[in-house]
């Protein structure tokens, strides 16, 4: 398998898991819902859950805000060493690996409170059984 290829194919599973875990985080939300009182309050392990939720979409967009803020900086200074190299913008760019590195780990750990959020409400479930 070529580099491009793994990229590619490495780029298709987080997309995929972003997606689904958004569709996912919505659902988990939902289910919280059915678990409010008639005053609308919730227990405090879904309050929890709800918080958790919240946080995971706080940070799907900080990464995908940040990531995009990275690359346009990244990309303008390093079009203007190519013009200033060249004369021109069109060229080859070699992206560094570091351009990745926050964005990443806002990836994981929005991941990781998803888990959270549905391990909290699993929690709760739990406890009613």
Known sequence: MKNADLWKSYSEYTSDLTKHSRQMAFGGIAI??????????????????????????????SQHTVAAWKLRRWTLDEEQRQWDEAATIDGEYELPAKLDRIPFRLF???TAVLLIAFATLSAELLRRT
Do not use: M
Request: aromatic share 24%; with cysteine; net charge neutral.
């Open 108 to 110: 994981l750990l929005k």
């Open 32 to 61: 919280c819902w059915f678990f409010r009182s008639a005053e609308v309050t919730f227990p405090p392990l879904i309050l929890g859950a709800l918080f958790a939720f919240v946080v995971y979409f706080a940070l799907d967009v």
